[in-house]
C-alpha cells in the first residue's frame, strides 16, 4: 500500500495509497508539496480553475504560494478566506461556503480545496460533501493534526449546541498534499498538540512506533525534516490501514477514537476554547485511557507511567491539572460523555488497552471505575 517517489532533483516524497474501491486516492507527504500542488491537482480537473477555501491564519501563510502554484500550469483559482478557530466549525460557516461554492458556479466535475488545519477540512469537506450531493475535494493539510489525522479517511463534518462533529458525512477527499515543511510555521503549541493524535497511532497499533516516538519525538519537535515525514507517513499508513477495514465506523475504525471519549468532554467542558486544543485532548484522553485500562487490570501498570512520561518529555498536557481552569466534576464529565457517537443502547463505548499498541473497542467499563479515575484526577 506504500510507495516511494524520488522526481528528478525534487526532495523525495513519500506516497501512501487509500485503495477504497471505486473512491481510491493518494496522501503524498513531504516538503514542497504546496510549491507544486499545481502539477499534483491538475489531473483531477476538468478545466483550468479550481476554488479554494482557506482561514486567514492559513491564508497569510500559503495562500499565494498555493495560488502561484496552480497559476504556473494554467490553473485559475478563487480563494474564500474564513476565520481561523474550532469556532468556524459551524451551520453559520456551512451555509456561508456553500453559498460562496454555489456563486462560484462549482459544478460537479469541479475540484474544492480545502487549505488548512482539521477545521477547515472538516468544513470544507462537509461542504463538498453536500454541494450538488457531492463534488471532489482536495486536502492540502497545513497542521499537524490534520496531516497525520483529520485530512485522511473522509470524517467531515461540524460541532454544534451538542458537542463535536455530531453534524457530518463520511465523504473521501480526491487528493491529499501534506506539505511537510508547511509545518515550519506552525506555533510550537499547535505543533505539540497534532503530536498527542501521532503518539495515539503508536499507542493503538504499533509499540515500536511508539518506541521510535520515545527517541525521536523530541527530533521531530525541533523540526527535523525526516523525523517529521516519517512520523506523518507512519501516522498515515496507520490510519489508512484501519480506514480500508472500516470506511464508516461499523466496528475497527473506532480503534481511531483512543482518547477521544474524555477528549470530546473535556472539549465541551472547555468551551472549545484556547484552554484545550483537540491534539491536548487527545493526549490527556490517552493517559486517562491507559490509566483506567491498568485500572481495571488489562494492561501492564507501567504502561501509563511510559505514556506520561512521554507526553511530559515532549512538554505536553498529560493530566486533567494541566487544562486551566476550572473543569465540572466527574458526574458531569461523564454525562458529557454520554453525547459521544460510540455510544450504543445509552452504553458508553470506550477505547481501552491490553498494552502500548494493543488497543481495543469495550463496553465492558464500569461507570463507577471512570468516575473514580476522573475524581481522582480532579481532586
Ligand atoms: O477518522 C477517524 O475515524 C477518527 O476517529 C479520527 C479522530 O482522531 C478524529 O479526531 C475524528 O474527527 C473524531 O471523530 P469523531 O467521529 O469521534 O467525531
Known sequence: MTGQTA????????????PLPGRE????????????????????????????VTDANVAAAH???????????????????????????NWEN???TCDWLLDQKVERRDVVIALGGGVIGDLVGFAAAVLRRGVRFVQVPTSLLAQVDS?????????????????????QPALVLADTAALDTLPPRDFRAGYGEVVKY????????????EDNGAAAARGDAAARQHAVKRS????????????????DRALLNLGHTFCHALEAATGYSDRLLHGEGVAVGCALAFDLSARLGLCPQEDPSRVSAHLRAMNM??????????????????DLMGQDKKVVDGQLRFILARGIGQAFVTSDVPRDAVRDLLAERLA
Open 7 to 18: 522526481p528528478d532533483s525534487a526532495p523525495e516524497i513519500a506516497t501512501v495509497s487509500v
Open 25 to 52: 486516492y493518494d496522501v503524498r507527504i513531504g516538503p514542497g508539496l504546496i510549491a507544486r500542488a499545481g502539477a499534483e491537482i491538475a489531473p483531477l480537473l476538468a478545466r483550468p480553475r479550481a476554488v479554494i
Open 63 to 89: 495562500l499565494s504560494a498555493l495560488q502561484d502554484a496552480l497559476r504556473t500550469v494554467g490553473i485559475a483559482s478563487e480563494a474564500l478566506t474564513l476565520p481561523p478557530g474550532e469556532g468556524t466549525k
Open 94 to 96: 456551512l451555509t456561508r
Open 151 to 171: 485530512s485522511v479517511g473522509g470524517k467531515t463534518g461540524i460541532n454544534t449546541g451538542h458537542g463535536k462533529n455530531l453534524i457530518g458525512a463520511f465523504h
Open 202 to 213: 503508536g499507542l493503538l497499533g504499533d509499540a515500536d512506533f511508539f518506541h521510535w516516538l
Open 236 to 251: 498515515v499508513e496507520m490510519k489508512a490501514e484501519i480506514v480500508l477495514r472500516d470506511e464508516t465506523e461499523q466496528g
Open 317 to 334: 498536557k498529560a493530566d486533567l491539572s494541566d487544562i486551566p481552569g476550572h473543569l465540572p466534576d466527574a458526574d458531569a464529565l461523564l
